[in-house]
């Protein structure tokens, strides 16, 4: 134990892979709990997005006005991102850290907490992509996708998936008991309903719009939607920027954590 604080490993190492690929030859027998969790996003996009369109119209959008469908369905690709990569982040990680005890045998290797801590997070980052690379696929046969610019979706749900992955993380290793993942749920449902995510943010209350504009879903929402529909503005840089700070505070807070359980 003393050894494996002595030669911590730094973040970024490659050992980190190691536990990706454990992962994968995991989830190649459980396949069906990967791809069970992006039915929820697609379900919304059928049975709220197509189906209020007709009812809604169009809606107002940078000065243009858009199909309702393609409205919400870059804010769907955000949410997928997001739930994909918080599955492994919280319920899994507490099972592996609290439950199963994964984590002893994996310090019994050459690879350290930094390197679980970064290994967990790529491999949430990945999932989160493959959910919202799939949704964005049904976009496309769908028709909802206005601009070739909706490729760069893709490498922005990698980005929310780190954000989501860390911060998720990160209040994983506070967590005590199943119990405590009700305050998860306490925070996504609304952030998912309130982030701009069927409505323009334009319908708020102003106290409602600047509390909205804050949480870390509408950052991902409102990336997602620019680059969907081609319609880049300056405050983009602040969504992005925002994320960033997530993934790099969130990361650093799971790997500080993961360090003092694993180690203890």
Known sequence: MANLMKHRPRLGSRRALRL??????VYRREWMLLVSGFFEPIFYLFSI??????LVGAVPFHGAQVPYTSFV??????????????????????????????????????LGPDDVALGELIWSVLRGALYASIFLLIMLLFG??????????????LIMGAAFGAAGMAATTFMRSWQDFDLVSLAIMPMFLFSATFYPLSVYPLWLQHVVASTP??????LSRGLALGVFSWSMVFNLAYLLVMVFAGLTIAS?????????
């Open 49 to 54: 997005g197509i189906g209020l369109n007709h």
């Open 144 to 157: 909802t996708v206005t601009s070739a610019w909706a490729l760069l979706c893709i490498p922005a749900a």
């Open 20 to 25: 990706v690929e454990r992962n994968v030859y």
């Open 256 to 264: 500080s954590r993961m360090r003092r359980l694993v180690l203890s």
């Open 217 to 222: 879903l509408y950052q991902g929402v409102a």
């Open 73 to 110: 369905a870059p804010g769907l690709l955000a949410t997928a991102a997001m739930d994909g990569a918080l599955l492994d982040a919280t319920f899994n990680l507490f099972f592996k850290l609290k439950i199963s005890k994964t984590y002893d045998a994996v310090l019994a290797t050459p």
